[in-house]
């Protein structure tokens, strides 16, 4: 596997970039008592210098810092990691896969179809894959509003737009009884919706710079 060092120390103080991260990432894999090990950590890493790197040529999340990047987003696939339930799951409008190619590799038993319709986005994604070597995520390119059902148990998705957006698409890709999760933030209202029964609403703090309110629907 492709060491993480030579990627990193272009642009970050080894000691800041390489340590302080591990820690994050143990921290954080902790917290949310997942089971992992040096190959994990290490990928997880690789991940992470990977998606610095890319970000120097191309706008990936918005963020540079890999300690942000972990503290705010990838923070989000360590929490899905307890709710990923059945053999598939939809990442509906993934981006860089900041929780697609986490989750693929925390669970290497479920297939994860990450949708997003930025072309350099899901390059981004292949490439990772073949470096990661996982062969359980599957990064698509289209819109999910327009691409085959997946028929998946599950589903999730954050800065999607609206709730009535997410579960209309969400309703092509779910079987019957499948769930989709939503991350939203605080003061998003829990509502119904036709074909979709509200399982949960649930408020939760991630790290100190990440909170969200999580609604699960489940599909009728």
Not at 53 to 62: A, H, I, K, V, Y
Not at 80 to 85: I, Q, S, V
Request: charge should be positive; include cysteine; proline fraction near 4%.
């Amino acid at each position: 596997m492709r060491r993480i060092w030579p990627i990193i120390t272009e642009s970050f103080p080894f000691c800041y970039a390489i340590v302080r991260m591990r820690s994050l990432l143990e921290e954080g894999l902790k917290r949310f008592s997942i089971p992992y090990d040096e190959e994990i950590l290490e990928k997880l890493c690789l991940f992470m210098s990977e998606l610095t790197r890319w970000s120097r040529r191309m706008n990936l999340t918005g963020l540079k810092d890999p300690c942000l990047i972990i503290r705010r987003l990838l923070v989000d696939s360590f929490f899905l990691f307890g709710r990923l339930e059945g053999s598939s799951a939809v990442d509906m409008g993934s981006g860089a896969g900041i929780i697609a190619v986490p989750l693929s590799l925390l669970r290497r038993g479920a297939t994860i179809f990450s949708v997003d319709r930025t072309l350099k986005k899901i390059q981004f994604q292949r490439h990772m894959k073949r470096l990661l070597g996982l062969d359980n995520l599957i990064p698509i390119h289209g819109r999910i509003e327009e691409i085959e059902p997946l028929l998946a148990h599950l589903a999730f998705a954050k800065g999607f737009g609206s709730k009535e957006k997410a579960l209309r698409a969400a309703s092509r890709h779910l079987m019957e009884g499948g769930r989709l999760l939503l991350l939203k933030g605080q003061r998003e209202k829990a509502e119904t919706f036709p074909g979709f029964l509200l399982e949960e609403c649930s408020d939760h703090t991630l790290s100190h710079e990440r909170s969200l309110r999580l609604l699960v629907y489940r599909k009728l």
